[in-house]
Structures are given as structure tokens and as C-alpha cells.
């Protein structure tokens, strides 16, 4: 049987790495919603807050560590 090949990690992460994000928001139609502003928070996996502010609606875009 032949020997599995492994991945090697880099295991140093860049610190100025970033995610992107888009939230597009739809209403009970399927239509994009325009016209209001909503309250966007955004959290990570350890409840941390990175956003909390109100966008106007339809697509939103975020840079995230």
C-alpha cells in the first residue's frame, strides 16, 4: 500500500490577513431591500465584536482579521 501524502502547513499566520464578507439582505419576496438603514454587528468565534454599526441595506462589504 503506498504511503498518503501529507500537507505542509505554513504554521506562522500573517497577522495583516484578512477575510471578506458580504451580507446582502432580502426581504420576504427575495427582492434586495433598499431604502433603510440596519443594525449590522458582526462577531468571531471567541464572541469578540468586530462591527457594530447601522449600514444601509442591500450589500455590505467587510474586511475581517
Known sequence: MPKAKTK????????DQKATMVITL???????????????RVFDGFQNQ??????????????LP
Open 8 to 15: 505542509q502547513i505554513n504554521a506562522r499566520a500573517s497577522t
Open 50 to 63: 468586530l462591527f457594530d454599526k447601522e449600514r444601509p441595506a442591500r450589500t455590505t462589504l467587510f474586511h
Open 26 to 40: 432580502y426581504d420576504g419576496t427575495r427582492e434586495p431591500i433598499e431604502g433603510k438603514d440596519f443594525l449590522m
